[in-house]
T-cell receptor
Framework: KNEVEQSPQNLTAQEGEFITINCSYS?????LHWLQQHPGGGIVSLFM???GKKKHGRLIATINIQEKHSSLHITASHPRDSAVYIC????????????FGKGTKLSVKP | KAGVTQTPRYLIKTRGQQVTLSCSPI?????VSWYQQTPGQGLQFLFE???????NKGNFPGRFSGRQFSNSRSEMNVSTLELGDSALYLC??????????????FGPGTRLTVL
């Protein structure tokens, strides 16, 4: 059983729609990361958070430690947001060791 | 500031050969982590080096090894290549000290094909 579960696996949206991607994990963590991977393989770190909420432009990430759940929201989605979004966690004592979810493939249609 | 660089970007090898991949972290970053990405297994942690010492290791066979140099550059080696080793190999660097968790910055990856 994967320790990090993401949903949905695939998501198609129309340009301008509000998008939510969910992530749940099974045990206590030090930090949760949201990553973006475009075709070709490059991975960009979007957020790293251990509590509360962070916002960067049209992207918002929230985490609920008690419920072991995080969400990534994209407001006013755009075709350039099309990518795979990956949730990953770091457990205590394993600073450089990320455990990854399977990813959510997002396609935003114009 | 230059990002994380990986060389080579693409590599084709045959079964039984060995391969060495290189990763240069962002200047000042002392931690380098290596990951393998395959369509079937997704992203998996290989190992992490910090100050020339392997700090964490994932669940991979001993054919996968690595090292880190005094300038924080890191190499990973895969011996006796198998078809299943075909994957995108990513490295990531971070400031990561002894206790805190830091954001990881990923390189572009090396795509290894084993024939």
């Amino acid at each position: 059983k994967n320790e990090v579960e993401q949903s949905p696996q695939n998501l198609t949206a129309q340009e301008g729609e509000f998008i939510t991607i969910n992530c749940s994990y099974s045990v206590g963590i030090s930090a949760l990361h949201w990553l973006q991977q475009h075709p070709g393989g490059g991975i960009v770190s979007l957020f790293m958070l251990s509590s509360g909420k962070k916002k960067h432009g049209r992207l918002i990430a929230t985490i609920n430690i008690q419920e072991k759940h995080s969400s990534l929201h994209i407001t006013a989605s755009h075709p350039r947001d099309s990518a795979v979004y990956i949730c990953a966690v770091t457990y205590g004592g394993s600073q450089g060791n990320l455990i990854f979810g399977k990813g959510t493939k997002l396609s935003v249609k114009p | 500031k230059a990002g994380v660089t990986q060389t080579p970007r693409y590599l084709i090898k045959t079964r039984g050969q060995q391969v060495t991949l290189s990763c240069s972290p962002i200047s000042g970053h002392r931690s380098v982590s290596w990951y393998q990405q395959t369509p079937g297994q997704g992203l998996q942690f290989l190992f992490e080096y910090f100050s020339e010492t392997q700090r964490n290791k994932g669940n991979f066979p001993g054919r996968f090894s690595g090292r880190q140099f005094s300038n924080s550059r890191s190499e990973m080696n895969v011996s006796t290549l198998e078809l299943g080793d075909s994957a995108l190999y990513l490295c990531a660097s971070s400031l990561a000290g002894n206790s805190e968790v830091n954001e990881q910055f990923f390189g572009p990856g090396t795509r290894l094909t084993v024939l």
